[in-house]
């Protein structure tokens, strides 16, 4: 199930996930990379943990818990939902 919502992301978030999408080499202490997409090609973003533990996120979680359960294919978190729902989730607060 895919959900498309309308995008309203602040130029300080932009800011900073073109910054850390772009570091393909590490991610900064306090942070996990993740994977979006709901096709082959997926994007990698890099997200603060304390995104974890917003209810809508973990929605997402667990939409990627039941689609891909512990075997991601990508070798790391994948969120099966397209960018500008992943965006919209991490800027609701």
């Known amino acids: 199930m895919v959900?498309?919502?309308?995008?309203?992301?602040?130029?300080?978030?932009?800011?900073?996930l073109k910054l850390h999408?772009?570091?393909q080499k590490g991610v900064p202490k306090g942070h996990v990379a993740v994977y979006v997409?709901?096709?082959?090609?997926k994007k990698r973003y890099v997200?603060?943990?304390?995104?974890?533990?917003?209810p809508e996120f973990q929605n997402l979680l667990s939409r990627a818990e039941?689609?891909?359960?512990?075997n991601?294919?990508?070798?790391?978190l994948t969120i099966p939902c397209n960018e500008e729902t992943f965006i919209h989730v991490l800027n609701c607060q």
């Open 66 to 70: 039941e689609e891909f359960g512990f």
């Open 21 to 23: 999408s772009k570091n």
């Open 47 to 54: 997200v603060p943990l304390t995104c974890l533990s917003r």
């Open 72 to 76: 991601h294919p990508m070798g790391g």
């Open 37 to 41: 997409g709901v096709n082959e090609e």
């Open 3 to 16: 959900f498309r919502l309308p995008s309203m992301i602040s130029s300080s978030s932009k800011q900073f």
